[in-house]
């Protein structure tokens, strides 16, 4: 409301000096309603910073893990379906990013036939929600294409865009899983750097265990990425697993700087090949076996990851929401 001059004061001056109270009066009014629409101004971005901050802290921070491996045949899709149906099984907010882009089958493993697929995205033809479909228990998943050679390797307009898409999906999500192809292409380090946690998948098999090794050694010396997490699929037993582990740590300790925990293993089982026929995951498709209660245990292991303080030296996903959190926590 204008602030105006009393009249007491005003009357003080003399009849001939009424044009410059009337210009004074001016002036006071002008420069009083500056400073309330200032204030008013201000006011309304403190309480917009006020309610930015208190959605950032009512919201959980994203974990993304990326699942690869060296070789190819080594369960590593199977891992990321089973993972993620356990997780949103028990209430969390799931995405499966099928990250093999030439080569994609996360969709099939669940039994769906997504209308679009990320070609479709990077095409410029559909947009990220677009793309998304929903699978079993609410899991959202991106589906890639298949048998397309367009976008197996991204160039860097792509994956800036991704970054974006991503950060700007309307969803909250608690965990995004990454399935990346086989190998030690371009995209497969890009998806591995990307992501806050590696899981990498090998078998007892002798030529898996070497290109894990050669996997991890390349995203050490070219990307700096020093820590990695080992799941061993197919054993026999507990014991087997934990030779391949001792294996790859004896090497990796003598010739590398990394460090290797060891996330779990993970059963030989027929009924894998069952499942798959019937486009099941195994936890759904034989809930009581060990097997399924061994993808729930390694549910249980990411759960317990200790969550990430800040972004790696590299641009990851969800960086953006990741770097909100951190400045509420500050």
Known sequence: MPITAKPTLINQFPQGHDRRIDQARKRITMNDTQEIAKNQSESSQTEQLEDSSANLENRTATRVLSVTSGKGGVGKTAVVANMGYCLARSGKKVLIFDADLGLANIDVVFGLTPQYNLNHFFSGEKDLESVMVEGPHGIKIMPAGSGVQSFIQLDSHQKIRLL???????????????????????NVTYFNTAAQQILVVTTPDPTAITDAYALMKLLSIKYHEKHFNLIVNMVQNEDEALDVYRKLSMVSHRYLDISIDFFGSIPFDNQMKDAIRKQQVISDFDGGSKISETFSELAGRVVALSSPVSPKGTIQFFWKRLLGLRKTEE
Do not use: Q, R, Y
């Open 164 to 186: 974006e898409a991503l950060d700007s999906l309307d969803h909250e999500f608690d965990f995004v899983l990454i399935d990346t192809e086989a190998g030690i292409s371009e």
